[in-house]
Nanobody
């Protein structure tokens, strides 16, 4: 059973950058699609970015395209989310998750197929 642990969250000023990491233990990530999700206070969970098992396909929600980049290093059993040009509306708790099976971007971003979730790392964008 996979155990996912996020790190890298914190307080950043608007326009700043953060890099989130999600390290897995208890199994190899090689055959999992991976995603980053976020939930702001009082709002529903939102799919942010997803990446296929080989790292050759990725998708992002429209609001972060051009600002966020998802990547993975299967040798380190880790997935990353590079967040640039951060805005106050990016403030949320960010979660990583893993989904077994073939990659379909829209399905991945929906989050319903995710079998494993991390505990989340908070990101606050504020001056």
């Amino acid at each position: 059973q996979l155990h996912l642990v996020e790190s890298g969250g914190g307080l950043v000023q608007p326009g700043g950058s953060l890099r989130l990491s999600c390290a897995a233990s208890g199994g190899a990530l090689d055959y999992y699609a991976l995603g980053w999700f976020r939930q702001a206070p009082g709002k529903e969970r939102e799919g942010v970015s997803c990446i296929g098992s080989a790292g050759d396909f990725s998708d992002h929600v429209a609001s972060v395209k051009g600002r966020f980049t998802i990547s993975r290093d299967n040798t380190k059993n880790t997935v990353y989310l590079q967040m640039n040009s951060l805005k106050p509306e990016d403030t949320a708790v960010y979660y990583c998750a893993a989904e077994w099976g073939p990659y379909v971007g829209s399905v991945c971003l929906g989050g319903n197929g995710m079998a494993y979730w991390g505990q989340g790392t908070p990101v606050t964008v504020s001056s």
